[in-house]
């Protein structure tokens, strides 16, 4: 039997009762192997399509959190249906808690909490140009995710 890990580490941070899943064929499945290593609610605030998805759980596989092929490919199925791109909202920069920043705009906790603290001593962000000022962020990354971004 082939084992993959599974997006656990992902599906993280926040405290979303199972029951707040959507109903569906890999509910269950979500819910047991997700939780073995961290709350559900992570589930809520990651939004991608399949591939994005499947590169994330690929990703999960390199950190040794284990799921059967079967298991693994219904939890995919269910992310994609359940949590698509295109259900993703822009973040709100100036109001976003560390986990909406890390979420929304896939930064590490490090430039999440830089972007609070720069917020909080220098005031709200006007443009892009000025969360660009924040120095743990990369400028082509919030280029790139610039359609995310709202002030």
């Known amino acids: 039997m082939t084992f993959r890990p599974l997006v656990v580490m992902v599906l993280a941070s926040f405290c979303l009762a199972a029951q707040d899943l959507p109903d569906g064929p890999g509910r269950a499945e979500t819910e047991r192997l997700c939780k073995q290593c961290h709350e559900l609610s992570r589930v809520t605030s990651m939004r991608q399509d399949r591939d994005g998805w499947n590169a ?8 040794g959190m284990k799921s059967n092929e079967k298991d693994y490919a219904t939890v ?4 994609s249906e359940h949590f698509p791109a295109d259900a993703v909202m822009k973040v709100n920069v100036n109001t976003a808690s560390a986990i909406e920043l890390e979420s929304g705009l896939s ?3 490090s430039q999440s909490a830089a972007v609070i603290a720069y917020r909080e001593k220098n005031g709200p962000f006007k443009s892009l140009e000025d969360l660009k000022k924040v120095p743990e962020l990369d400028a082509g990354m919030l280029e790139e995710k610039k359609n995310r971004i709202a002030f």
């Open 76 to 79: 995919l199925s269910y992310l």
């Open 107 to 109: 930064l590490r906790r």
């Open 56 to 63: 994330t759980m690929t990703k999960m596989a390199a950190a």
